[in-house]
């Protein structure tokens, strides 16, 4: 399946369906030579195929989906998955994150925004915007001298802007509005960069 197959079946731009295979392909469940373009085709590896029989839909299964329970809220007591407490369930991202059509995801790199809670590795979900942030916002902006851009907390004053990362190791910097890019605002974040603790810690 090429990228624009891709995009037509899921109803993405075709840049979107690009960045999911590239996504796809660092996680080694795809192989895809992104540098072909249109006639580059996406191929499932062996990985990809084990993740497909776990439980992703398969052609002629499409209502076999990994869904996950929603069980309340965190401060209204314990949670279980006792049947009577299950008040519904999220198979997609879309079911838990306000993701609209042009929204796409990013892998995250650094520490500077662990303080709330978006460690290396992580996705966040962007929505590209050039408007610029309300003050408090995260939003990903492209600094001077910089190529790439970065995920900061937004915080006008006049005509400047402070950045502030959620990480008191890393300085705020401030520069003039004019100086900044705005490419969008964080709509959420998915935590997959820290390593899930499989057997209880050792005791004694």
Same mark, same amino acid.
């Given at each position: 399946m090429t990228t624009g197959r891709l995009a037509q079946n899921l109803s993405l731009p075709r840049q979107n369906a690009r960045v999911y295979a590239l996504a796809l392909r660092d996680r080694g469940l795809v192989m895809y030579d992104a540098t072909e373009r249109h006639t580059a085709?996406?191929?499932l590896t062996d990985a990809g195929?084990?993740? /497909?029989?776990?439980?992703v839909p398969q052609a002629g299964d499409a209502e076999r989906v990994i869904a996950f329970p929603i069980v309340g809220e965190v401060a209204a007591g314990e949670p279980t998955l006792a049947e009577?407490?299950?008040?519904g369930y999220a +198979?997609?991202?879309s079911d838990v994150l306000d993701l609209r059509e042009g929204d796409f995801l990013l892998k995250v790199r650094g520490d500077s925004m662990i303080g709330v809670? @978006?460690?290396?590795?992580?996705?966040? +979900? @962007? %929505?590209? $915007?050039l408007d610029?942030?309300? $003050?408090?916002? @995260?939003?990903? =902006?492209v600094v001077p001298g910089e190529n790439t851009a970065t995920l900061k907390r937004w915080q006008r004053n006049n005509g400047t802007v402070t950045l502030h990362s959620?990480?008191?190791? #890393? +300085?705020?910097? /401030? #520069?003039? =509005?004019s100086e900044v890019r705005v490419e969008g605002c964080l709509v959420? %974040? @998915?935590g997959t960069g820290r390593t899930r603790r499989t057997h209880p810690p050792h005791e004694g």
């Amino acid at each position: 399946m090429t990228t624009g197959r891709l995009a037509q079946n899921l109803s993405l731009p075709r840049q979107n369906a690009r960045v999911y295979a590239l996504a796809l392909r660092d996680r080694g469940l795809v192989m895809y030579d992104a540098t072909e373009r249109h006639t580059a085709l996406i191929r499932l590896t062996d990985a990809g195929w084990a993740m /497909t029989r776990a439980g992703v839909p398969q052609a002629g299964d499409a209502e076999r989906v990994i869904a996950f329970p929603i069980v309340g809220e965190v401060a209204a007591g314990e949670p279980t998955l006792a049947e009577q407490h299950i008040e519904g369930y999220a +198979a997609r991202l879309s079911d838990v994150l306000d993701l609209r059509e042009g929204d796409f995801l990013l892998k995250v790199r650094g520490d500077s925004m662990i303080g709330v809670g @978006i460690f290396p590795g992580d996705l966040v +979900a @962007i %929505h590209p $915007s050039l408007d610029e942030p309300h $003050s408090g916002e @995260i939003a990903l =902006v492209v600094v001077p001298g910089e190529n790439t851009a970065t995920l900061k907390r937004w915080q006008r004053n006049n005509g400047t802007v402070t950045l502030h990362s959620e990480n008191p190791a #890393y +300085a705020p910097l /401030t #520069y003039k =509005v004019s100086e900044v890019r705005v490419e969008g605002c964080l709509v959420g %974040h @998915i935590g997959t960069g820290r390593t899930r603790r499989t057997h209880p810690p050792h005791e004694g």
